[in-house]
């Protein structure tokens, strides 16, 4: 089970001070307690403690999660005065070092549309880095935000996109002098962090929050061996200048009246877990992974991208627990290894691109016994690869500038619209977002009019087996726009 947290900003030390205090789980405690005193359950869930459930469901799940699964209105649990709920994310706020955070069970989305409308309180216009996730940009679709976007570094020998530099942010900023916030994102899926000190430097010296989608980087600040996280590098998450009621209230605007008891348990459990054992925890698995880089390196025609990556534009530091290994040297792609792998040793990978595939390790995860079973499934791949003829490649292009902004994506994403074969959408507004992969940098948003490049350019990544995300209609042979 997961959920995500949303955090704002600092100033705590590093977590294994109060360490007491963090090897409590109150929330969890309180769940227990619960079913363990045979309450009258005369509220919901109506499977009554699991009376009511399908036995099969019993049998996957659990009995302890049907008792355990209690509403969120129980006096003593998330009600009353300083709830086992409010102790809990005061936990949290202080594990990351944040001044406050907010549970979501709705997960990061959600702490993307409840920042987007809480920035919107502030203005409407926002400099957003252009490969954001598409929960930000559902976000400002809700809020009505007005985006200023900002191209991430493109790395075109591997044809992945990294992080956004300082430079570019304060590019952004100063031709949006309107702007409210500057979003971002770090680490990226493949393991490149932001240099987040510069970015908060650039936005606090125009008195502009700082928010950083660090779905990717919980871990970062449990060890002293990977790099620093977010919050202790300056970032604010939230809008400092908006009273944290509205945050509370943006939050809770995009979530279930009734949020799963089960899934704010994990999280309690979840920073207790990370709090008290993440730093030992992680040195076992950075140990495991510096096994699996070297068994990996060893077989022929990969390279595992590490911390020789950081100087590279946009890349600030590494996060080893994304093993990510370039496979061009094979003459084939990472999707066909990656479904070799899969076919071969049902091992299934995080992330998949033409030349990079990307394999999670997770704390606590013994990572030298994983990758025993890692290295040998991807050598038995590279094998078979090495039999099949070679994939014709395309060499790596960027793709065009996107095109002009003509309404704001609210705007296109409600209004009237149309769906148009499309090659006849040049130069019509969209009113759906593509992203061509590689590298997955949308190349077309609501509200954006497209272009014949950018037109093209999709034809041509899909041509060379490429694939594109974002349209309704997947086969792309049409587009909803806005009609005129
Ligand atoms: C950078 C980033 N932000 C937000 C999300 C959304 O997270 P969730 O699926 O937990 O809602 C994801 C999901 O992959 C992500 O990669």
């Known amino acids: ?16 001070e109060g360490r007491t205090e963090q090897d409590q789980t109150p929330y969890l405690d309180a769940i227990v307690e619960y079913a363990e005193r045979r309450p009258g359950r005369f509220h919901v869930p109506g499977h009554k403690g699991g009376h009511g459930a399908d036995p099969a469901a019993i ?92 191209a991430p570094e493109l790395d075109a020998e591997l044809g992945v996109a990294h992080c956004l530099t300082p430079e570019s942010l304060a590019e952004a900023l100063d031709r949006s002098p309107d702007a409210v916030a500057a979003l971002t994102v770090s680490p990226t899926y493949f393991g490149a962090v932001a240099d987040v000190t510069g970015l908060a430097e650039v936005c606090h010296d125009r008195n502009l929050p700082l928010v950083v989608d660090e779905a990717w980087g ?47 348990a ?49 890349v600030h530091g590494w996060d080893p627990l994304r093993l990510s290994i370039d496979v061009r040297a094979t003459g084939s792609t990472g999707t066909r290894l990656a479904s070799l792998m899969r076919e071969l040793d049902d091992i299934n990978l995080e992330l998949v691109s033409e ?13 030298a016994r994983s990758a025993g079973r890692f290295a040998a499934a991807m050598r ?44 006849e959408a040049v130069g019509r507004v969209a009113a759906e977002s593509l992203a061509a992969y590689p590298p997955g940098i949308p190349n077309v948003l ?16 899909v041509e060379h087996g490429g694939w594109v995300r974002g349209a309704v209609d997947r086969s792309l042979r049409t587009i909803r726009v806005v009609s005129e």
């Open 266 to 314: 994990s999280l309690d459990a979840a920073r207790r877990h990370a709090a008290v054992h993440g730093t030992e925890l992680l040195a076992e698995t950075l140990a495991g992974v510096e096994r699996a880089r070297a068994e990996v390196q060893r077989i022929g025609g990969l390279e595992v991208l590490d911390e020789r990556l950081v100087g590279r534009p946009g």
């Open 355 to 367: 030349n990079v595939v990307v394999a999670a390790l997770g704390m606590g995860e013994n990572a």
């Open 380 to 423: 038995r791949a590279v094998e078979v690869l090495g039999a099949e003829p070679q994939l014709p490649k395309r060499p790596f292009t960027p793709p065009p500038p996107w095109g002009s902004l003509e309404a704001p994506p609210r705007e296109a994403f409600f209004g009237p619209q149309e769906v148009v074969p499309f090659d």
């Open 446 to 461: 609501p509200g954006e009019r497209l272009t014949q490049e950018t037109v093209d350019y999709i034809h041509e990544v």
């Open 59 to 150: 049998d996957a799940l659990g009995q302890a999660a049907f008792d355990r699964d209690v509403p969120a209105g129980i006096e003593g649990i998330d009600v009353g005065a300083d709830s086992p709920f409010q102790q809990a994310q005061r936990l949290a706020a202080k594990a990351w070092g944040a001044r406050r955070s907010w549970f979501l069970i709705n997960g990061a989305s959600q702490g993307n549309h409840g920042t987007c409308l809480a920035l919107r309180h502030a203005g409407k216009r926002v400099v957003v880095q252009r490969n954001a996730h598409s929960s930000t940009i559902d976000g400002i679709i809700l809020a009505g935000l007005e985006p200023s976007f900002v």
């Open 218 to 264: 919980s871990h970062l600040r449990f060890s002293p061996l990977l790099p620093a996280s977010a919050l202790e590098c300056d970032a604010d998450l939230v809008l400092s200048s908006v009273h944290k009621l509205l945050v509370d209230r943006c939050v809770t605007l995009t979530e279930s009246t009734s949020p799963s008891a089960l899934l704010t």
């Open 1 to 16: 089970m997961s959920g995500d947290a949303l955090q704002s900003a600092t100033g705590a030390g590093r977590p294994t």
